[in-house]
Structures are given as C-alpha cells and as structure tokens.
C-alpha cells in the first residue's frame, strides 16, 4: 500500500504550473466522438482519469495516443464507432458518463453502465434521462445499464433543467449539437468547463448561442468536424495551491491560475487575511506568516459562480487552523462530509450539523494516519498535513491520482516534506457492519 507521507511545519515557497482542468479534458474527449477524424487536445493533465477516459475511447473504436510530457491526447474517430461504456470503466470514473450525450447524437443508440455508488454521494442521473427524452431519445434502464436510442436521428427541443448540474448540461449539450432544429437549455450550468467544452464544440462547427449563460440555444448541424484545442486551466487545481499557501503560510506564484474563474475563492481568501496578487500569467500567493493565523470565515457552496463544492474541504482544513469559528455549508454533495472525521483525526474542532459543519479554529493540526474518500479529500488531508505538527500519512493514494498531476513533487519543489512511501498493508480485518 502507498501513502502520502507528511512532516508538517514547512513553509511553501516557490511557483507551480496548473494544468488544464481535468472535468473538462475528459468531457472534451468525449465530445470527439462527435467528428470523425484527428482531434488533439493541449494542455491535457497527465492524470489516471484521463488513463480511463483514453481507454474508454479504444474501446469505442478510437485510435487514442496520450503524449503525457507534452500533456497532448490524440483521439482518431473512425466514421463507424462502437456504442458500449462498460460497468468497469463506468464504476472507476462516473465521468465516462459523458460519452451518453456524443454517443446518442452520433450513433443514434447508446448503452452506458450505471455508476452506482459514489463515494461523492448519490449523483443522479434524472435530469440528463428527462433532458434526453425530450429530446426524442428512448431512455431504459437494463440490466445495470442505461440503454437510450434515437433510431430516428434527435430532435431539438426547449429543455428546461430542474438544476444547473454540470453533467446534465454537458451531455444535453453534446447531444443537442447534431440534433435536428432548435434546442434551447434553460437553467443551464455555467462552469468554466461548459464554457470550454461549447467553445470547442463550436469551433468543430456547431451552433451555440448564450456560452457562459444559463440559457444555451443551439442549432443543430449535419456535421461535426475535429479539431485542435487547448484545455482551459484547472481552478480546482490552481484553488487547491492557493489554499495550500494561505494554510502554511507560504508565497506560491500559481502559474495559469485565472482569476476570473476563482472570483468568490478569492474574496473568501483574502477575507481570511490572505493575499492574492495578480501576475502577468497567474496568481501569487501569500498566506499570513505564523505566527500570525488566518482568520475564520464562512462558506457555502453553490453552482458556479458560486463557492465550488470541489474547494469545500480545503475551505475546511483553512478553517480548522484559523483564528475565531466558521460555518461551513455543503449545498452539492452530501457526501463531501465523509472527510470530516478524518481532519477530526487530525485534530480539528469539527461538529457536522446537517449540511453545515462547524469548525473552531486552532493553531495548528496534530499529523495522524488519515484514509482519502475521494479525490479532493486525499489533497485537502495532505494540505491538512502541512499544518499539522508530526507526522500525517494520507493512504489512498489512487484518488490523488485520479485527478492531480505530480502533486507531491510540486508540493515538495515548494519545500514540503513530503514524499510517497510504501506502507505493508495493515493485518486487522475492516470493520463489518455487525
Ligand atoms: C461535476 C464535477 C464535480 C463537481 C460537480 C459540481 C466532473 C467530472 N465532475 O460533477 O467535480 O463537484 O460537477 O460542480 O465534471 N443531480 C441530480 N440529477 C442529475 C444530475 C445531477 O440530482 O441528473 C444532482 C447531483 O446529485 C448533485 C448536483 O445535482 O447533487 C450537482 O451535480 P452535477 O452538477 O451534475 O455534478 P457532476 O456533473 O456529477
């Protein structure tokens, strides 16, 4: 077994790159199973996920190469694709779910495993079913799998979204593009990542009208054509090291960090006492120097441009050494809450109260063996690590590697210590229900 291991006390100094964002690489490769042809994708993270999302499109008959040093994904679309994402690949990343939307539009029949359990929470799939049906698709659920089919081609429609989920959008969105007439998406999701994933579908030679509002109107095409395009830049990543400074305190230039899609992340910083200085290409950051803390404040996350969901536990670990008590509020995932009682582990002053968590500030953390939920939670807990006094050792691992890019040796580059060391598993049999 591998774990992250911490010492924490150090202070971070140095700058790091963010890469493109991973929850819009992934969607982007699946949107190029609409255009037979070469699409290449820049910027691409080298991250497990985007591993699987590769494998994913072998599968479908895609010829995929992934330069990772060059961060490129070459995907070859045959004119004839398969039309199957297995319970395998669905079950080691939800997002393969993306290929739903590409797939009905392209192929006119789609089978895609449920993903089931989440360690997220339980992530529906109601409004991307409801969204295509309206679209004209036949939507079953069989045997594990939802089994959708538009024998007749798609038709465009005016699809109202009970909530702006990123994923309904994205797959609506993909279908609507070659779907014949007019669809209109009201209610639609805004992330930075939708944004992208229209401006590469528009620059393919669809016909989308509101980018970055929440009413999307496409006109649907004939056809697709593929495409170069470069991967706008992480901001849960580029989140992640400015929460990482102002927690220990540090000075990190995040390179690529934009701060038009961290508008309220930043507010909540700098209301903490940290500062953020705009540079040419990115963010610096200067968390308050200990002994001096930062202070408590109170967040709640929501739909972009809200506060992001994915920064919630970060927002937590700051809190948990702050000065003074705040509120946190989980408004996506209740599931999200599963990392509380590992930072509880580490010492913070937590108390959950529905979808609020109470933190008390201390000055600083008490380094443990922590275990990661999901990718976020593994990041926020080696966070958490750096301002724990001793030593913390985060195990898994694997969901750090879903969806950061060489996140230990840049952590380390900044002058964490902190290095990846192999652990003999533990003996004690898990815990049953009984
Ligand atoms: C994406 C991101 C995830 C991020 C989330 C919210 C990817 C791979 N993942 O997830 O990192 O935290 O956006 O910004 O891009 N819902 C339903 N029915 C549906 C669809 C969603 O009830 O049909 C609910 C979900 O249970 C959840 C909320 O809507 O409570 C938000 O989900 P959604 O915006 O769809 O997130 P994802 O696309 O799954």
């Not at 990542?193 to 590469?200: G, S």
């Not at 969901?399 to 652990?423: I, K």
Request: net charge negative.
């Amino acid at each position: 077994m591998e774990v992250v291991r911490v010492e924490g006390g150090a202070r971070l100094e140095g700058e790091v790159t963010v890469p493109g964002a991973k929850n819009s690489a992934l969607k982007l490769m699946a949107a190029a199973l609409l255009a037979p042809g070469g699409t290449v994708l820049h910027d691409v993270p080298d991250i497990l996920d985007v591993t699987i999302m590769a494998e994913l499109l072998r599968r479908l008959g895609c010829r995929v190469e992934q330069d990772a040093p060059a961060r490129r994904v070459a995907v070859d679309v045959p004119e004839q694709v398969g039309h199957r994402a297995d319970y395998e690949l669905v079950r080691a990343m939800r997002a393969s779910i993306s290929v739903l939307g590409p797939l009905l539009a392209r192929v006119g029949e789609v089978d895609v495993a449920l993903p089931g359990g989440d360690a997220i929470g339980s992530r529906g799939l109601d409004l991307h079913v409801d969204g295509l049906r309206q679209l004209g698709a036949e939507v079953d659920v069989a045997h594990g799998y939802l089994v959708a089919r538009a024998p007749r081609g798609l038709r465009g429609a005016l699809v109202p979204l009970a909530f702006p989920s990123v994923g309904a959008t994205e797959n609506l969105l993909t279908a609507a593009v070659l779907a014949e007439g007019t669809t209109v998406l009201d209610n639609a999701a805004r992330e930075p990542e939708v944004v992208d994933l229209a401006r590469m579908l528009s620059a393919m030679g669809a016909r989308i009208e509101g980018v970055g509002t929440s009413q999307l109107r496409v006109e649907g095409v004939a056809r697709l054509r593929p495409v170069q395009h470069r991967v706008v830049p992480d901001r849960i990543v580029a989140g992640t090291w400015a929460y990482a400074a102002a927690a220990a305190g540090g000075d990190v230039h995040v390179r690529g960090a934009r701060a038009e899609h961290l508008g309220l992340v930043l507010d909540k910083l700098t209301l903490a006492g940290v500062e953020v200085v705009p540079t040419g290409d990115g963010l610096r950051v200067l968390g308050p120097r200990p002994p001096r803390r930062p202070r408590a404040v109170d967040v709640a996350t929501l739909p972009y441009p809200g506060f992001p969901t994915d920064l919630q536990p970060f927002a937590l670990v700051l809190g948990a050494v702050s000065e003074g008590s705040a509120v946190v509020t989980e408004n996506l995932f209740e599931a999200r809450f599963r990392f509380v009682p590992e930072i509880a582990r580490l010492g913070a002053d937590v108390r959950v109260e529905g979808h609020h968590v109470l933190v008390r500030g201390r000055p600083a953390l008490s380094g443990a063996p922590v275990e990661a939920s999901d990718i976020r939670a593994g990041a926020a807990l080696v966070v958490a690590g750096l301002v724990a006094d001793g030593v913390t050792e985060v195990s898994g691992v694997q969901h750090l590697d879903r969806g950061y890019d060489a996140f230990v040796p840049q952590l380390a580059a900044l002058g964490a210590r902190v290095e990846r060391v192999q652990r003999s598993p533990g003996s004690l049999p898990l815990p049953g229900p009984g």
